[in-house]
Nanobody
Framework: VQLQASGGGLVQAGGSLRLSCTAS????????MGWFRQAPGKEREFVAATSRIGGRTPYADSVKGRFTISRDNAKNTVYLQMNSLKPEDTAIYYC????????????????WGQGTQVTVSS
């Protein structure tokens, strides 16, 4: 499966962005989907994930209550709605897909998008 992330940009603290990740190549609903992020000089970290039909959606504690992951299997797309953004949310955001696990471990995901930059100014 190929993944294409979009929707990043520059936003002021307190603002919102919605990221999208569109998949092509295989049946999208067969995949667990995740969002990860990586800030400069830091390791890639888990943000959120969704099960195949969206019934389970774990979040990192740092984004719980502010970010919402969702998916539209008819559009082969997973979304990350980000509200109340903080400067510490600044990072490159990556979407990822895996057929086997709903996981917060990056190493469990087999397919990755190219990343989209999110910058939050104070």
């Amino acid at each position: 499966v190929q993944l294409q992330a979009s929707g990043g940009g520059l936003v002021q603290a307190g603002g919102s962005l919605r990221l999208s990740c569109t998949a092509s190549g295989r049946t999208f609903s067969a995949y667990y989907m995740g969002w990860f992020r990586q800030a400069p000089g830091k390791e890639r970290e888990f943000v959120a994930a969704t099960s195949r039909i969206g019934g389970r959606t774990p979040y990192a504690d740092s984004v719980k209550g502010r970010f919402t992951i969702s998916r539209d299997n008819a559009k082969n797309t997973v979304y990350l709605q980000m509200n109340s953004l903080k400067p510490e949310d600044t990072a490159i955001y990556y979407c990822a897909a895996d057929e086997d696990y709903l996981s917060d471990w990056a190493s469990n995901y087999d397919y990755w998008g190219q990343g989209t930059q999110v910058t939050v100014s104070s």
